[in-house]
């Protein structure tokens, strides 16, 4: 079992920065992913940002490649989204993952089975 705790989020303008933590507890493993998706209202979920738990392979889906930054630090059990000029279109609830089913489904919502409970991110035009 993993237990997954988000916090960061916040109401920032457009142009402005934020960095999400995702704290993990419980039992982690050299192979799990940790991903990043996002739900805005009335939208689906979709895949943001990925990183293996030991290692530096990071993924990011194309829209906020390039402005946001996974990263993790393995002695505080705890992944990080660092989101630079962020977008009106990038207010949603962000959410950290586990996945234990390889990278291959770094993006595959559905192959993430430890969820956080979300933290709220507000971009005002």
């Known amino acids: 079992q993993v237990q997954l705790v988000e916090s960061g989020g916040g109401l920032v303008q457009a142009g402005d920065s934020l960095r999400l933590s995702c704290a993990a507890s419980?039992?982690?493993?050299?192979?799990?992913?940790m991903g990043w998706f996002r739900q805005a209202p009335g939208k689906e979920r979709e895949f943001v940002a990925a990183?293996?738990?030991?290692?530096?392979?990071?993924y990011y889906a194309d829209s906020v490649k390039g402005r946001f930054t996974a990263s993790r630090d393995n002695a505080k059990n705890t992944v990080y989204l660092q989101m630079n000029n962020l977008k009106p279109e990038d207010t949603a609830v962000y959410y950290c993952?586990?996945?234990?089913?390889?990278?291959?489904?770094?993006?595959?919502?559905?192959?993430?089975?430890?969820w956080g409970q979300g933290t709220q991110v507000t971009v005002s035009s």
């Open positions: 990183i293996r738990y030991f290692g530096s392979n990071t």
């Open positions: 993952a586990v996945n234990r089913y390889g990278i291959i489904w770094y993006n595959n919502g559905a192959k993430y089975d430890y």
């Open positions: 419980g039992q982690t493993f050299t192979n799990d992913i």
